[in-house]
């Protein structure tokens, strides 16, 4: 198969078919964008899990004034039952499984408060005795905050045990969805691409038909007939991808480390380094996919 000649071929279809090859790319790169947007999305909440499950605190809370309920009986926790819950997280029992902690009193929640919740109406009707005085305590395994729940819920003085992991799945599984959300979206597109590359290739061919009447004349294969065909949506995905590929690594670049990095610090984010395993993904699912509708296209039109 001369190389030169089935290259020819493949420039005379995209200059041919420039307004549809253009297409092509569009969608192909809109569709890997939101793959390559999926892809870093996965890549951030694994990042941020990492980051949030080794911080997790389980926040033991202590009763006040104002709670009813079977261990707290509207009166503050006094100084012998906070005395009895700092005892039990020194305890043998417990002490392997704690990696540190500390007290919070009514005082310092309200000043904590106050930083979070600054130029709301809701610091002015609030006051220090509202507050739950707290032991944040980390764990040495954060998965095994099931010991400290076990050993301070129900008990007297103690309002509740909390767990942030929690609280950190449930913000996960929303980040989750979002990102499933936009591998669907992608499915979607990547779908009408294949079709787009399908009917280019078909109406390639259908321009083509004169010269492919005369090559089967003269012995030409089906391969050779159908290669430049098959590469031509193959280069126009490529591009699509390519440009996807760039679209990605722009979007860490100057969306994520650029803007989210210094405007919302609290918490770990991908690097421009780890975005760059997202190109070559993209760029050969554009390729495989490309293939086989091109492959298909023009083997089903090569039938007629």
Same mark, same amino acid.
């Given at each position: ?128 005795? =509202? ?17 400290? =729940? ?13 767990? =942030? ?140």
């Amino acid at each position: 198969m001369r190389v030169g000649l089935v290259l020819g071929e493949v420039w005379n279809g995209l200059r041919r078919n420039m307004s549809v090859v253009i297409s092509v790319i569009l969608v192909t790169f809109v569709s890997l964008t939101f793959v390559g947007a999926a892809i870093l999305m996965q890549m951030q909440i694994q990042q941020m899990k990492t980051f949030w499950y080794d911080r997790a605190q389980v926040a033991v809370y202590l009763c006040t004034s104002f709670d009813q309920s079977a261990t707290c009986a509207g009166a503050d926790a006094g100084e012998e039952e906070i005395q009895a819950v700092e005892d039990a997280l020194n305890s043998d029992t417990l002490k392997p499984y704690i990696d540190d902690y500390f007290f919070v009193d009514h005082e310092e929640a309200y000043e904590e408060f106050t930083r979070q919740f600054e130029g709301n109406p809701i610091v002015d009707i609030t006051r220090p005795e =509202q507050l739950n005085q707290t032991f944040w305590i980390k764990l040495e395994d954060p998965s095994r905050s099931d010991v400290i =729940q076990e050993t301070f819920s129900g008990i007297p003085g103690v309002q509740s045990v909390s767990d =942030q992991r929690t609280l950190l799945d449930r913000i996960f599984l929303y980040l989750g969805v979002a990102s499933y959300t936009a591998i669907a979206i992608a499915g979607l597109m990547l779908v009408a691409a294949m079709l787009l590359i399908s009917t280019t290739i078909r109406l390639s061919a259908y321009s083509r038909r004169r010269e492919i009447g005369i090559m089967r004349l003269v012995g030409a294969s089906n391969r050779f007939i159908q290669t430049p065909f098959i590469l031509e949506g193959i280069i126009a995905a490529l591009i699509g991808a390519v440009l996807a590929g760039a679209a990605s690594v722009a979007m860490v670049k100057f969306f994520v480390q650029g803007f989210l990095v210094t405007e919302v610090p609290f918490t770990s984010y991908i690097t421009v380094e780890q975005s760059l395993l997202v190109p070559p993904v993209l760029i050969l699912v554009g390729v495989i996919l490309s293939s086989i509708a091109a492959k298909i296209a023009i083997t089903r039109y090569l039938r007629v």
